[in-house]
């Protein structure tokens, strides 16, 4: 059963890192790909699954003209948004082997971006109809080779599958779950999970019965270790362990969403109210939910003495984390045209920009190139070193804090540059979006905290 959050929004409590659904034992089975890859069989959704929003996705079986029709693929669409229909509409047409025109044969893949899922990208596979294929084996060992596939040419690291063709195209479920396992295997080393998100307790069990009868892949069992007097008590030892990674966070405490200090239409026509309410209320809320529910796994792992659970956590908590970070800080970096937002500083920290860029333009610039070059999602800053009083720009990836790239780093200005911060505007065009969010910077707040640093 799933636990709902304070919020009471289920899909964002199950969110968190490397879990998504368990089985109806509350277990997710996980098995030994590679020593650096594992497989992991869980029933639940496959729409609220994730792990860390960037390099993760999720596998849709769709039809070959990818129109989100029934099954797996309607809820995906559902749970994507309009937005995934229109990227579909945008896959080129091919011939299949009939000459017919569709945009994905069966057993190839195609990727889109997941708008408002909580994964990076949708793999979209189309699967044989078991009775009417003339080689279904082999189409559907072509469905997940080539997602696959695709998934690593695109540098996902994280990927669940539902049971392909297993639903309306009725394949066998025992002779499904072998392929489909076996081709995973093919992959050693290329993912660092592998999920198979199943819908139905049968599927589950049939699944998990073909991987415990693969002689080729061990199940993972809890261990319980005992660990040095370093761990008690587990507050302390919780701090200990993760603090480094989250230095803007002096205590890892349960967070809360912050209220926005201006209303979700307050800065348009530069970012729509749209935008500004799914990413406060959806992407924002997310990292919080998953960070509180990192820390409430991270004090049972310390209490049962699982190292490698705690190690795991900390990638989660960091991602999480700063994810919170940089969305509070984000926030106040932005300021409605008739409040102030996009006038530019003045004293001290408009000094500093001259001294340290020539002039604000400069500034803006250089910002705006950096931001636009960084490969995948992540942010832009102008940031303050204490250490030497001056100004730099820094790029971070993902969700990485400014403190990650210097300890003495202060985030004065930061500005996010993931697709869910502009994407349903000014679609995959970045550059238009760095260029137009500087009518809403908030240089004031820039100042005050330029101010507080350096006096």
Not at 404 to 409: E, F, N, R
Request: proline fraction near 4%; glycine fraction near 8%.
């Amino acid at each position: 059963m799933f636990r709902r959050n304070r919020t009471g929004d289920v899909r964002s409590a199950m969110g968190m890192a490397g879990f998504s659904a368990s089985s109806s034992d509350g277990s997710v089975r996980t098995f030994q790909l590679s020593p650096s890859s594992v497989l992991k069989i869980q029933k639940g959704d496959i729409t609220v699954w994730s792990v860390d929003g960037s390099t993760d996705a999720i596998v849709n079986t769709t039809s070959k003209l990818m129109l989100g029709d029934g099954g797996v693929d309607e809820a995906i669409h559902r749970a994507a948004g309009p937005e995934l229909l229109e990227a579909c509409r945008k896959v080129p047409k091919v011939q299949n082997f009939s000459r017919i025109t569709v945009r994905c044969p069966t057993g190839e893949a195609r990727i889109t971006p997941a708008f408002r899922l909580p994964v990076s990208h949708v793999i979209h596979t189309v699967g044989p109809i078991y009775y009417s294929d003339e080689h279904p084996e082999i189409s559907l060992t072509n469905a997940y080779r080539n997602s696959l596939t695709l998934a690593k040419e695109n540098n996902v690291q994280y990927i669940a599958f539902p049971a392909i063709s297993c639903g309306l195209y009725r394949y066998p479920f025992k002779e499904a779950s072998r392929i489909a396992i076996s081709v995973a295997k093919e992959f050693l080393g290329s993912f660092k999970e592998i999920h198979f998100v199943l819908f139905s307790d049968k599927l589950y069990g049939v699944w998990l019965n073909t991987a415990n009868a693969d002689t080729g892949l061990q199940l993972l069992a809890k261990k319980t270790l005992s660990l040095s007097s370093s761990f008690a008590p587990v507050s302390a030892s919780r701090d200990r362990w993760l603090g480094a990674s989250l230095c803007h966070v002096q205590t890892l405490t349960i967070a809360a969403l912050p209220d926005l200090p201006y209303d979700y239409g307050a800065l348009e026509p530069t970012i729509s109210r749209e935008i500004m309410k799914i990413h406060h209320q959806k992407h924002h809320q997310m990292y919080i939910t998953n960070y509180n529910n990192a820390l409430e796994q991270l004090d049972a792992a310390i209490a049962k003495g699982d190292v490698s659970a705690v190690v795991q956590l900390q990638s989660t908590i960091k991602f999480n984390g700063g994810g919170h970070v940089n969305h509070t800080i984000f926030w106040q970096n932005l300021k409605p045209t008739n409040e102030g937002g996009g006038e530019p500083p003045h004293s001290t920290l408009g000094w500093a920009i001259d001294t340290n860029f020539g002039s604000l333009e400069a500034l803006i610039q250089k910002m705006n190139a950096e931001g636009a070059a960084l490969q995948g999602s992540g942010w832009v800053w102008l940031a303050l070193d204490k250490s030497n009083k001056k100004l730099s720009v820094e790029t971070t990836a993902n969700q990485d804090p400014l403190v990650t790239k210097g300890a003495t780093l202060v985030p004065l200005l930061g500005i996010d540059v993931w697709e869910h911060a502009y994407y349903l505007q000014y679609k995959n065009v970045r550059s238009d979006y760095l260029k137009n969010i500087w009518k809403v910077i908030n240089w004031k707040y820039a100042s005050e905290v330029y101010d507080k640093e350096t006096a």
